[in-house]
């Protein structure tokens, strides 16, 4: 046959341009169309109500990015949707089982969206080969030429997606020393002698002395657990392996024992090292409370008691744990040779929370002069996660305000930020709201102030919050004080009480701006009840027993029934004292009173040093103490 040759390397050029152009046509516009098309979003209550019809056949949860690939339709048809995991759901293992879903807990997202990329990019090519023979074929058919060519071009998007096992554990290089924890020296002080060990566990062995396996950080939330954890990784520079509580839970039956074996058994391999354990009374729990038992979280603490006992301590394997939560943990995990030190992580006292605040004013811009003290005072009470979040809201404050160094007013903005939440500008209090809001105020404030000046009146406000106060007044401790005696106590209580006693002298009437006021005066009552064996009727009898102390401290009474009613009139004799005393209070500085809240109205924010200009300027009404008893 007589074919011309530059005839047909011109159409041979012509077709790869042709296929060139779809290519990256397709590309540009219809692929992005396919890949969304590809995963479908839908809604978590979707996903349920497609599980329960029995649609879904097969679920990847992907707890870490919190989200849920799940397939459903065979062939063709079939769908890949995404929805949001819902956190703890918890019963939602359950549904699946039921609805007889294969589903694992972890995909690696690679070999899917691998799978979908090479299509993706293999389609365009396979169409352009296959336009390539199509357009060939009918050049040659045009040109007479008979050859038979035949184009297979078969996909199926079917395929699973793809699976692997849990998140590797890994053990990292904190790059935290005790350096980057202030206060907490009595902490330090005994982590030191573990970090000793691990710097040098050899040493250790050959006097022959045993090392504790195992630590327990014991404290309220946010006082810097964790953070020490680390620090002794990094001050003896070893590997830290880290795993939470709460991940353990959320896992399937099986996988939390596993986890924990594959933890020490990395632990083993890397020694010296740490493991820790944060939120461990997730897991930790007794096993004996309550008819409620669960099989997975008893089998992750067995697993976790044996790997304690098993692993051999010369090597310098040191495992800590945190809790907020110590009295809820079985008492097996404390046992010698287990968790048997304690190590209590209070909240910082006054000179660590200066300490904790310069700490962290050290990573931000600040005006020199900066008198940390002054914030320190303002903030008994706050944990050092807490002083950390100030110092943030401060410097996010001074970009606010368009400013490159943050002030020491910034740093005071933020402390009621952090208290109180940020000012509510969508809460538009009327006048006579305002009115009756400065006298509540002012009401405490002079209550505050008149018994006795141990904690004077740093800031009074009547600026709406976030979180639903609508003004606050707040007092300074003086300095740290660490016992309390009953007449503080009483104070205390007289001074919740001021806010209502206002409201009734000056409106005859009550609001539910008390509620707060009410709940802490009728708590501090109770535990100088059942706990301090501070009232009259009972004495040095203990009533109740505290729960969760890191955790606000409530307690349950371990009295009979009958002493219970009679704890509750001591209470509420105990509470109205204080009710009565306020209200006396005021009833004598009823001038001061009007005085200050009107200045207050007007001036919405007034600082302690003008409260007590007004309260103690001699015009013939100085603040009066109410008569003793
Ligand atoms: P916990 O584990 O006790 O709940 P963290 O260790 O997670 O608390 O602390 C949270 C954050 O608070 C830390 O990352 C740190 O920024 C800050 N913080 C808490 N305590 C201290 C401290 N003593 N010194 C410095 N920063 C602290
Ligand atoms: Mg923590
Ligand atoms: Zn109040």
Known sequence: MEMNDKKKRQSMMLYILIGLVVFSLLRSFVYPNIMNGTVKETSYSEFLTMVDSGEVDEVNLDRDNGEITYASGEGATRQIYKTTLFPNDATLVERLEKADVKFSAHIHDETASLLVYLLINLLPLAIFIGGGWILNRQLRKQ????????????????????????????????????????????AKESLQEIVGFLKNPGRYAEIGAKLPHGALLVGPPGTGKTLLAKAVAGEANVPFFSISGSEFVEMFVGRGAAKVRDLFKQANEKAPCIVFIDEIDAVGKRRDSGLTSNDEREQTLNQLLAEMDGFDNHKGIVVFAATNRPESLDPALTRPGRFDRRIPVELPDLTGREAILKLHAGDVKMEPGIDFGVIARQTPGASGADLANMINEAALRAVRMGRNRVTQNDILESVDVVIAGEKKKSTVLSEHEKEVVSYHETGHAIVAAVQDGKAPVSKITIVPRTSGALGFTMQAEEDERYLTTREEYKQKIAVLCGGRAAEELIFGQMTSGAANDIERATRIARAMVTQLGMSDRFGMMALGQSRNQYLGGDATLTCSEGTAQEVDAEVQRLVEE??????????????????????????????????????TRDDGFAPQMPSAE
């Open 143 to 186: 040109m007479g030429d008979d050859n038979n060519m035949s184009f297979g071009g078969g996909f199926g998007l079917g395929g699973g997606l793809g699976r692997s096992g849990a998140k590797e554990v890994k053990g990292e290089e904190t790059g935290v020393t005790f350096h980057d924890v202030a206060g907490q020296d009595e």
């Open 578 to 615: 204080g009710h009565q005393t306020a209200l006396e209070t005021l009833r004598k500085n009823r001038f001061k009173l009007h005085e200050i809240a009107h200045y207050l109205q007007k001036k919405e924010t007034i600082t302690g040093e003008e409260f007590m200009r007004i309260l």
